[in-house]
């Protein structure tokens, strides 16, 4: 499995970015894939996790009404818009995902610890 992110970058308080994450190697019938990010100092932390199928998406509490994960399955890609972005969101951005069974819950496998396969990080610096 790879995993490609990409559309960091520096933005002013209030602005948007879109990361995107293309995925290539994934042979699971159901799986998670999402975003988490690492700050400075700061443990590795579940954004947004989005399912394979059954459009189930989960966020956490601090991105909820700003944040928005999608996934374009003809394109292998995983997107995160970003809205209303505030200085505490500036961190190392990760596409990751996990294969699972779909009786489980989004919300509790959105952890980084649950991830099978990571991809390279790409930096979010939010910034006057």
């Known amino acids: 499995v790879q995993l490609q992110a990409s559309g960091g970058g520096l933005v002013q308080p209030g602005g948007s970015l879109r990361l995107s994450c293309v995925a290539s190697?994934?042979?699971?019938?159901?799986?998670?894939i999402g975003w988490f990010r690492q700050a400075p100092g700061k443990g590795r932390e579940g954004v947004a996790c989005i399912s394979s199928s059954y459009g189930r998406v989960h966020y956490a509490n601090s991105v909820k009404g700003r944040f928005t994960i999608s996934r374009d399955n003809a394109k292998n890609t995983v997107y995160l818009q970003m809205n209303s972005l505030q200085p505490e969101d500036t961190a190392v951005y990760y596409c990751?995902?996990?294969?699972?069974?779909?009786?489980?819950?989004?919300?509790?496998?959105?952890?980084?610890?649950?991830?099978?396969?990571w991809g390279k990080g790409t930096q979010v610096t939010v910034s006057s």
């Open positions: 990751a995902t996990t294969r699972a069974s779909p009786l489980t819950s989004i919300a509790t496998m959105c952890y980084d610890y649950s991830m099978d396969y």
């Open positions: 190697g994934i042979t699971s019938d159901y799986y998670y």
